[in-house]
Structure formats: C-alpha cells, structure tokens
C-alpha cells in the first residue's frame, strides 16, 4: 500500500427516561411527585495528531529544469527532501530521497517502479477526518542542505548556471493524497550576467547586484573576477548568475557594478528560463578614481580614499570627440574618433584622471628662455587643443638641468602613496571639458565675437554658448565633483598652468594656461580659456596633476 489505514474517533451518547404510573382513588386525594431527570453530557473527543508513513513518487526529472544544456538540468541527488504543508488544513512532514532504495530491480529494498520516491512521514490530526479518504490538497517544497528550505533571494548569487540552479532552485509541486505520482515545478528564473569590465585590472573581486524599482528583483552577492582578456587594455571578466522570482515582469531593472547602474530590459521573466545579460562597462566622466587604482565607489581595497576625478574616457570609436576641426566634420566611421581618444589617453589606456587638489599654488613655469620641448612650441590655438602629450612634457622637463618648478611639483604629486601624476597639456585640459564639462561638440565653442573654433586664436574665450541654466557652465560642473569627493575647487579667478609650450615670434619664453575665469571682453559666463604668459619666470599659477590609466 501506499500508506497506512488512520483512524478516527468518534462518539453518540442515548439517555433513556423511565416514569413509573401512580394510581389514584377517589377516596384519596394527594400530591402527584415529579421524577428527577438525569441528562448525560456529550464531550467532543480530543484532537489528537497521527503519524502515518507516507510516500510520494515523482513521474520523472526530466522535465523538472527546462534550462538548455544537460549538465545545466538539475538532478534528483542522496539526501534531496521535500518539505510537505496541507493546503487548508494541518499537515506537515519531510520526506526524504534514498538513491540506493530507489535503484531499479527486484531485490529487497530496490523498486522498480518508484525511482524518483521520497520516503517519510506525514502527522495531522485525527479529528479533521481521514487523510486519504478526504483526498487531502498538499504542496512540497524541495531542498536540501546546499539549498535550504528558507533561503533568501536577495542573496542569491552563484558564479555559473549549474551552481545557481543546485543552490537557488525552488521545485514545487501541489498535489493530493492518494496521487500515484506528481511533478515538481521550477519556480526561479536565473539571469546570467557577463560584463566586460574595463580599466579595473586590479580588482580581484567585486560586490555585483540584480535589482528593479518594484523590489521583486533583490539579488546580491560577491563576485571573483577571471582576470585580464587583454592586459593592455585592462580587460576584466565579470560573469554571474543571479536567481531571482520566475513569473513576473520586473520595473526598470538593474545590473549594479563598481557603484554603476547597467540596465536591462524588463521584459517578463518565465520560471525555469534563464536569460543573458551581455555588457561593457567603461569608466564614465564624472567617475571617483582611488588611491588603489580603482575607479568606482565600490570594491576597494580597505584605506582606499579618492584621489581624482575622472574627466576623459577612451571608449574607441564611441569616445566623446569634437564633430569639427578647422571646418573639417570628423565622422563617426573608420577609425578617426578611436584615433582622437588615444591620442588623448594614450595607447592601451582608458582614462584621463584629474586630481582633486593641486600640487602646488602661485609657482612659475621656468626660468628658461630656451626651447624646453625640442622646438615644438605651439604657435596657433587648434595645435594647443591637439597637444595631448602632458606626461611626456613633464619627463622632458623634469629631465632638463633648468627649473620648470609646475612641472615639477606635479611630478612629485603622490596623494595616499599613488604614482604617475603629470603637469597635463593643453589638449588634455580641453579634453576635460568635453567629456566632464560636456561640451564635446565643436560648434558649441565661440570665441568673444560669435566666431566658431576654426576662428578662434590664443588667448580668446572659448566658451559654451549661453543656456539658461547656470550650472551648467564648465566652472561650476567641475565643481560639483570637487565638492562631491571633498576636492579643492577651481578658482574662477585664477589660471592653471599646462606642459604645453607656446612659440611666438620664434622665441620660447611663453607657456600655455588655462582658466574659467569670465571673459574680461565681454563678460560672458565663459567655460575655458586658452591663453599665454609672456613671462613665465615672473608669472605665479597653480597647478592641477592629471593621471592617465
């Protein structure tokens, strides 16, 4: 049989009343008394619970994970339980899976027909009728010591398909009583996730998550990074697989990495199903970078603090660029942006960092009147928004026997113990404002007579054309993020120096500066200026480190 016969209790009480006939003479006269009556009280029986042995026989595992791929099917394994509850009435009990007991053949304890059967014992109480004959509603859950009854999917991070689906499967079945066999019903969905994360070669792991707006989607977990696709690029692989709730439709969800949001679409997501999520993910102008060499506000080693801003980002042919130069379109096919953007950051590097204080303050350029840079001074504005060769400028210089003091203090900048920090040149710091300043298109730059930049010559304003939104002037843009990561902010003020060298009147004698300052022709709410100093012995600027990684 499939399980033991319960039994019930139950109980009818009958009282019988006896009256005795008095007779009366019509002599006799009296008083007729009345019996006593006795009534028997009914008393309802205890519940008391009943254990019976009980086993449920699943038809097959075949169709219990439709997840494509054999090794990704989960299997019915030793020690596998399921926990059983009645629907509407008090039943519990687990049942347990035995391999050796579910063998096929015709020995003792072997049973051909029930391969796939869980053994135990059901308890429920006597007085609510007979189990099997009530032909009770139940469900199952499985689970095991991998996958526990209560786990919870907001931790339900695995680093590959066949681990999520053995630890954070949820197989359930309803069923009645006296079914002959039933099916278990996957109830996960499972997102597998591949980000290709780039300018991050020294993670070695990092915290990743799975959410949406509605917060049915709540995954998180600590992921180990596969290490570098291509070291000269810091390629990093980021792979896994998040289970989250099968059957609903998630609002506005979310691959969260390095403290970055990744969409994905939110279509529904069926039981069973598992679904790719397929990225890559830059660094993004704005962006902390820290003193470990990481950029993003999560995965840090402990002590990491920030120490730059991020203002440029080489993403080849999706970089930010200028739409012209000179009156020349520079398109968007072939190679001509990718091309700009390494000219900018260099070959194999992601990223143009700007600290987030100075090296120094009020300090000269040189003391020099002589070519510093082997006769390449810039001698009209566009060659100094191309000059993009700051850090080898500053080992020029600071290899020289003369003094280049900016040079210099940017050199040794080393905030937290970090290396690397150079006096950037002109086109790096044009460069910033247009990927943090956001003003990379070149019609938006107009000198103080509404000419466009193929007009523009040193020292005119450079400026974004008037909005009706202040904070959006390059000045105060920087100084958001300055404020946001505790930096000193820009001087409106005051000008900083480049590497940059300028050539006039075929002397050397003259550097290029920057500044945000407004324009003193106009008045206009100016976001750069490129200009020169006439004596760069005498003249006192600060000075802004940049970095490349």
């Known amino acids: 049989m499939k399980q033991m016969k319960a039994i019930t209790y139950g109980a009818a009480a009958s009282l019988i009343l006896m009256m005795a006939l008095l007779a009366c003479t019509s002599q006799e006269i009296g008083e007729t008394p009345v019996p ?37 099917k989960y299997k019915i394994q030793e020690g596998d339980k399921l926990s059983i509850s009645g629907v509407g009435r008090t039943i519990t009990g687990t049942l347990t899976y035995n391999k050796n007991k579910n063998k096929p053949g015709k020995g003792p304890g072997q049973n051909n027909n029930n391969k ?24 199952a859950v499985l689970f095991n010591d991998n996958n526990p009854l209560d786990f919870d999917y907001s931790k339900a991070v695995a680093t590959d398909l066949k681990t999520a689906v053995e630890q954070f499967s949820r197989f359930t079945a309803n069923f009645h009583a006296n079914d002959e066999t039933t099916m278990l019903v996957q109830s996960s969905a499972f997102l597998e996730v591949e980000i290709t994360l780039y300018g991050n070669s020294g993670l070695t792991s990092v915290p ?122 520079l398109k968007d096919n072939g190679n001509h942006i990718a091309k ?69 203090a940017a050199s040794e900048y080393a905030p937290e113990g970090t290396s690397g920090w150079f006096l950037p040149s002109a086109g790096q710091w044009v460069a910033a404002v247009y990927d943090l300043g956001q003003s990379d298109d070149a019609y938006t730059w107009i000198n103080d007579n509404n000419q466009l930049l193929e007009k523009c010559v040193i020292n005119n304003v450079l400026r974004v054309k008037e909005t009706n939104n202040p904070s959006e002037y390059i000045l105060n843009i920087f100084n958001e993020y300055m404020k946001k990561y505790e930096g000193t902010a820009f001087d409106g003020d005051c000008s900083y120096w480049t590497s940059s060298e300028l050539k006039k009147d075929n002397k050397y004698d003259k550097a290029i500066r920057v500044n945000f300052s407004k324009s003193d022709v106009n008045g206009h709410n100016t976001c750069f200026k490129v200009g020169d100093k006439d004596k760069p012995s005498k003249d006192k600027l600060h000075v802004r480190p940049f970095l490349i990684f």
Not at 119 to 133: H, I, K, M, R, V
Not at 383 to 399: K, Y
């Open 36 to 72: 006593e009556t006795t009534v028997e009280q009914v008393v309802a029986p205890v519940e008391q619970p009943v254990t019976v042995p009980f086993t449920l026989t699943l038809g097959s595992d075949e169709t219990k994970v439709t997840i494509e791929g054999p090794e990704k």
């Open 208 to 329: 990743v998550a799975v959410s949406d707006a509605s917060g049915k989607l709540n995954a998180k977990g600590e992921v180990t990074l596969k290490g570098e696709k291509k070291p000269g690029k810091h390629e990093t692989k980021v792979s896994f697989v998040a289970a989250v709730p099968g059957g609903i439709e998630p609002a506005n969800p979310v691959v969260r990495i390095c403290g970055r949001d990744i969409p994905f679409t939110g279509k529904e997501l069926v039981a069973s199903n598992s679904y790719k999520i397929k990225r890559d993910v830059y660094p993004a102008a704005g962006d902390p970078y820290y003193s470990d060499g990481i950029w993003g506000t999560e995965g840090h080693a402990a002590g990491a603090v920030p120490v730059g801003i991020i203002v440029y980002v080489n993403k080849g042919n999706a970089s930010v660029h200028p739409s012209k130069y000179e009156g020349k379109e």
């Open 116 to 139: 796939f059967a869980f053994d135990g014992e059901l308890t429920y109480y006597a007085s609510e009728g007979d189990l099997f004959e009530t032909n009770a509603q139940m469900e």
């Open 340 to 408: 700009f953007a390494e000219a900018i950051t260099g070959k194999d590097k992601i990223a143009l960092v700007m600290a987030l204080h100075n090296a120094a303050e009020n300090v000269s350029w040189s003391s020099s009147k002589k070519s510093a840079l082997d006769g390449k001074g810039i001698t009209k504005l566009i060659e100094a928004m191309e000059d993009f060769d700051g850090a080898g400028h500053t080992r020029t210089l600071c290899g020289l026997k003369d003094s280049y003091p900016a040079a210099k």
